[in-house]
């Protein structure tokens, strides 16, 4: 029976590489989301985040966002994983479970995440003939131009958080049962 003492130094690590992978996710996807539609962020994300405005280009301070809005999301993902793997795959302590595994599971919530925004991009499309209804409050209040880039950047960025929440409970289901498979195959 391993010692059921949190390994704080383990712990932390995990969740400071799971905050710089999602941080580092979130600087890539606000450059993608930068190309479709800049209004999205000069009518609105710059707006949410006109505290971290250091004076950076636009395009570069779009990144900077993006990591500001996901680090979090991402040092979570590495909590719920690790926390998991302390609770029921460790037969030999946070040892057993290196960096390496953890980095899995992690990638496989960005990857959750990434396929989350590449069906907000598919329901973008479809719609896309509702879009003067449904997001009309952005061209009256917001200013927008291109009303259509922005619902599909809004769609991507929504859906791309509801991929990474099914990412983190995946992983933590994935992980539970790594730790259950484990347990059986040490006791016969």
Same mark, same amino acid.
């Given at each position: 029976?391993?010692?059921? =003492?949190?390994? #704080?130094?383990?712990?932390?690590?995990?969740?400071? =590489?799971?905050?710089?992978?999602?941080?580092?996710?979130?600087?890539?996807?606000?450059?993608?989301? #930068?190309?479709?539609?800049?209004?999205?962020?000069?009518?609105?994300?710059?707006?949410?985040?006109?505290?971290? +405005? =250091?004076?950076?280009?636009?395009?570069?301070?779009?990144?900077?966002?993006?990591?500001?809005?996901?680090?979090? @999301?991402?040092?979570?993902?590495?909590?719920? =994983?690790?926390?998991?793997?302390?609770?029921?795959?460790?037969?030999?302590?946070?040892?057993?479970?290196?960096?390496?595994?953890?980095?899995?599971?992690?990638?496989?919530?960005?990857? @959750?995440?990434?396929?989350?925004?590449?069906?907000?991009?598919?329901?973008?499309?479809?719609?896309?003939?509702?879009?003067?209804?449904? #997001?009309?409050?952005?061209?009256?209040?917001?200013?927008?131009? +291109?009303?259509?880039?922005?619902?599909?950047?809004?769609?991507?960025?929504?859906?791309?958080?509801?991929? @990474?929440?099914?990412?983190?409970?995946?992983?933590?289901?994935?992980?539970?049962?790594?730790?259950?498979?484990?347990?059986?195959?040490?006791?016969?």
């Amino acid at each position: 029976m391993t010692s059921r =003492v949190i390994p #704080w130094p383990w712990f932390l690590r995990n969740i400071a =590489v799971g905050a710089c992978l999602g941080g580092i996710y979130g600087g890539l996807h606000d450059q993608v989301s #930068w190309a479709l539609s800049r209004e999205y962020f000069t009518r609105f994300k710059f707006d949410q985040f006109a505290w971290a +405005d =250091v004076g950076l280009a636009p395009q570069a301070f779009a990144s900077l966002v993006g990591v500001l809005a996901t680090w979090w @999301a991402g040092a979570i993902a590495a909590y719920v =994983v690790s926390r998991m793997a302390f609770r029921h795959a460790f037969s030999g302590g946070p040892a057993a479970w290196p960096l390496r595994r953890v980095v899995v599971h992690l990638l496989f919530v960005l990857g @959750a995440a990434v396929l989350g925004g590449l069906l907000g991009e598919a329901y973008a499309q479809f719609r896309q003939p509702d879009v003067e209804r449904l #997001w009309s409050g952005w061209r009256h209040y917001g200013g927008v131009e +291109d009303l259509a880039a922005f619902a599909r950047v809004g769609y991507i960025h929504n859906f791309g958080y509801g991929g @990474a929440l099914v990412g983190i409970v995946s992983a933590a289901l994935w992980v539970r049962r790594q730790g259950r498979r484990a347990a059986l195959q040490a006791q016969g």
